[in-house]
């Protein structure tokens, strides 16, 4: 089974367009989350964090020059032009050619362009923008991939599925290299579908906390390359060493009473990494502060006995992301996991969950070698995978 390795990534949230940028916000304990009060997304103000709109012309731009791209900006969404600046900047830290037949290219969203079907937007975009597999023809024939796509739509897990996907076709040789691009954005669809369950939090979210009262909703991008040839890498290599996926069949919307299938998600992910419990050295929980996710994932982390291993949510500094959470916060895990630089939990002050955790209340700096990234989400699918650093 071929091995495979992540070479190169992006985040873009509200605090910055590269993983960098977003690194050291966080270092500075920075958040992104902040009362928006705009009307066609909410009629009252709502914890938000939102992606500065000039910003992200400005490098817009930049993509479509270096692409020497005609079209013009309104030809683009807002959702994809996130996934092409993401993309563009993944691909200019690597040696991958789209076009070659052993690339893969896969999508992973919530809801795509679902702010489409909103009036404003009706007259201006054609109503087949609103299919996520028109979503990804754009966004594969901007860069010239050979492969048609695979779009990876599933709640909260999105992310995660989509680089398990990608890492499987690679193990089995079916192709080299691939990118996973995971994007969502906040829009009046997703702000009034999450108000309907009273799931948002007033405040910004609180993951784990004792006084943790709902989510914050955030958008963002993110891009990783793989590749079973790891060629040209120029920082601390780390491989996909496990993923897997489960469901726990309790709910369309509240996750496990049990925590019993995510456990079983990480152990399965432990098995194929060929690693014990007290060899994971960070977890990038799943960490939403709402108070049946938290309180199941504490105990699916018991049960997986990792209650002593040191634990953060990412949710605190630009929000739930949806689609893009998988694969962001996998992106700042295996920051983590090269530098040795542990995240607090922003929003964290009070020990909250019924099992307790190894929650990282201050930034920390330690030596270690594998980490795990656990996600849920509606309908009780779970998933977790393993990175190793070689």
Request: hydrophobic residues 40%.
């Amino acid at each position: 089974m071929k091995p495979v390795y992540i070479i190169a990534d992006n985040i873009i949230t509200s605090l910055g367009f590269t993983t960098a940028e977003n690194v050291a916000s966080m270092k500075n304990n920075v958040t992104g989350l902040k009362p928006v009060d705009i009307a066609s997304l909410y009629p009252s103000p709502v914890i938000l964090s939102r992606i500065d709109k000039e910003a992200m012309e400005s490098r817009f731009l930049m993509v479509l020059q270096k692409y020497k791209k005609s079209s013009p900006l309104t030809f683009y969404t807002r959702l994809e032009k996130l996934f092409l600046i993401s993309i563009a900047d993944v691909l200019s830290k690597t040696e991958i050619i789209p076009a070659d037949s052993r690339t893969l290219l896969v999508i992973s969203t919530t809801k795509g362009n679902v702010d489409l079907l909103e009036e404003r937007y009706k007259a201006v975009f054609n109503h087949r923008r609103l299919f996520l597999w028109e979503l990804g023809r754009l966004v594969s024939e901007f860069f010239g991939f050979r492969n048609t796509p695979i779009i990876v739509s599933n709640a909260c897990i999105s992310g995660l599925v989509a680089i398990t996907t990608a890492a499987r076709f690679i193990h089995s040789g079916y192709f080299d290299h691939a990118v996973i691009a995971g994007g969502d954005i906040v829009s009046e669809f997703v702000i009034s579908g999450f108000q309907s369950f009273q799931a948002l939090s007033p405040l910004p979210c609180k993951p784990f906390d004792l006084n943790r009262n709902g989510l914050s909703l955030g958008e963002g991008c993110g891009a990783m390359a793989l590749t079973s040839k790891p060629t040209g890498i120029n920082s601390v290599p780390v491989r996909f060493a496990g993923g897997a996926i489960t469901n726990d069949a309790n709910h369309i919307s509240g996750p496990s009473r049990t925590g019993e299938e995510l456990s079983l998600a990480i152990n399965r992910a432990l098995t194929q990494a060929y690693l014990s419990p007290d060899e994971i050295g960070y977890i990038s929980a799943h960490g939403t502060a709402t108070p049946f996710n938290d309180e199941m994932e504490s105990m699916a982390i018991g049960l997986s006995h990792l209650s002593p291993v040191p634990v953060n949510s990412f949710k605190g500094y630009w929000g739930h992301t949806l689609g893009a959470a998988g694969v962001i916060e996998s992106v700042a895990a295996i920051h983590s996991l090269r530098t040795g630089d542990l995240f607090s939990t922003a929003g964290y002050e009070q020990p909250g969950v019924s099992v307790p955790l190894n929650v990282l209340k201050h930034h920390e700096t330690r030596s270690i070698q594998s980490c795990l990234k656990t996600a849920s989400g509606f309908g009780g699918c779970n998933a977790a995978v393993v990175y190793q650093k070689l």
